[in-house]
Structures are given as structure tokens and as C-alpha cells.
């Protein structure tokens, strides 16, 4: 079965960092597009990050130099290292497979989600 | 940078009758266009791609609509489990970036 399980989340200080997992199944994570998507309490889904098959990583404006994705292809996993986190980063963070074989870009598989809290 | 936007922000509708949300792009995204499917405390589900396209399973009486700026998804009959919130997403082709509309809420007239 194709899944995605997110973990990392948790409550964490205005200027602190948190690392987000996403452990997949089914698939190989180096072998597709994967991103982040987050979704702040009340709010629509805003992207976060995304990398290549190849391995070029691509951010949103809003975590720019503050967020690094990455992953460990031995352990078929998904991260998002955030730092300087501020209070609006404050959200569920979605992780997400985008396949690139169709010749359109979107995301089929997403996991259920782990909120991350930033708060003093 | 391309700004989406969705409207109605909610639509009310009876169970069984036919339900159209738009979504516009501020500028041409091709058929570069999908839409989720998102219930309380769900993940997303991707119900359309490519502006047309059914993802697998996805039942019949979904079906996604236009191309360049305006698009449209429209639910032919719907049940009691299609109340939710549905989001349009647009993706750029190099490098590949993507941006989410702001939601439409189909509700229980």
C-alpha cells in the first residue's frame, strides 16, 4: 500500500527549530517529486518546499532560508528541517508525492499530517 | 507570481443537486490545474488533474472543466459525504512551484 506517515510535530519556541519526518511506503521517495504543504488552524493549504527526483530543492517565499528539505533515500523518508521558526509557521505540515510522469504536476498521495506549534 | 482565487467562498447546496465552484488564475496555467477534496480533520484527497483528468478512484460525478485562466469543477449529484472543502491548485513548469486557491466550502443547504 502507498503511504505516507508524517512525525517531528510538537511545540516548539518563537527562534526554535523542529525537524519534520515522512516516512513512505509502497513507493521510492528518490524516485518522485515530494513537498511539504502546510496548513495553518482555520486557514487554506499554503506549499512550503518541494525536491526533484534530481535533488534541486525549491521553497516558498515565506520559509526561504529558514526551512531545508531533504531525504534519505536508504531510508525512504521525507524532512523538513525548520529553524527561526516564528509563530506563523504555526500549522499542520502535509507531506506529499508529486508524480512527474504524466507530464502534469500535482499530489496523489499526501500523509495525515503533523502539527507543529510555536508558542512561548 | 500567479494568484488563484475560488469563488463562492461557500455554496450551498441540497443533497443530490448539481454543484459548479470556479477557480481563476491570474494569469494562463494551460491545463495545469488540480483539484482537492478536503474534509475536518482529513488530509487532502486529489480528485481532478490537468485540468480534466479523474484521479484513480475518484467516482464519476466529478468533472473539471477549462483551461488558461478559468476553470471549473462541478459535482453532477451530490452526496452526503462531497460536503467538504475543495481547493484549486495551479502549478508553474520550470522550476515546478505550486499555489493553492483560498477554498470553497460546499455546505448543506
Known amino acids: 500500500e502507498v503511504q505516507l506517515v508524517e512525525s517531528g510535530g510538537g511545540l516548539v519556541q518563537p527562534g526554535g527549530s523542529l525537524r519534520l519526518s515522512c516516512a513512505a511506503s509502497g513507493f521510492t521517495v528518490s524516485s518522485n517529486y515530494m513537498s511539504w504543504v502546510r496548513q495553518a488552524p482555520g486557514k487554506g493549504l499554503e506549499w512550503v518546499s518541494v525536491?526533484?527526483?534530481?535533488?534541486?530543492?525549491y521553497y516558498a517565499d515565506s520559509v526561504k532560508g529558514r526551512f531545508t528539505i531533504s531525504r534519505d533515500n536508504s531510508k525512504n523518508t521525507l524532512y523538513l528541517q525548520m529553524n527561526s521558526l516564528r509563530a506563523e509557521d504555526t500549522a499542520v505540515y502535509y507531506c506529499a508525492r508529486v508524480p512527474f510522469n504524466t507530464g502534469y504536476y500535482y499530489m496523489d498521495v499526501w500523509g495525515k499530517g503533523t502539527t507543529v506549534t510555536v508558542s512561548s | 507570481e500567479i494568484v488563484m482565487t475560488q469563488s463562492p467562498a461557500t455554496l450551498s447546496v441540497s443533497p443530490g443537486e448539481r454543484a459548479t465552484l470556479s477557480c481563476r488564475a491570474s494569469q494562463s496555467v494551460s491545463s495545469n490545474l488540480a483539484w482537492y477534496q478536503q474534509k475536518p480533520g482529513q488530509a487532502p484527497r486529489l480528485l481532478i488533474y490537468?485540468?480534466?483528468t479523474r484521479a484513480t478512484g475518484i467516482p464519476a460525478r466529478f468533472s473539471g472543466s477549462g483551461s488558461g485562466t478559468e476553470f471549473t469543477l462541478t459535482i453532477s449529484s451530490l452526496q452526503s459525504e462531497d460536503f467538504a472543502v475543495y481547493y484549486c491548485?495551479?502549478?508553474?513548469?520550470?522550476?515546478?512551484?505550486?499555489?493553492f486557491g483560498p477554498g470553497t466550502k460546499v455546505d448543506i443547504k
Open positions: 490537468g485540468a480534466s
Open positions: 491548485q495551479q502549478y508553474n513548469n520550470w522550476p515546478v512551484l505550486f499555489t
Open positions: 525536491i526533484y527526483s534530481g535533488g534541486s530543492t
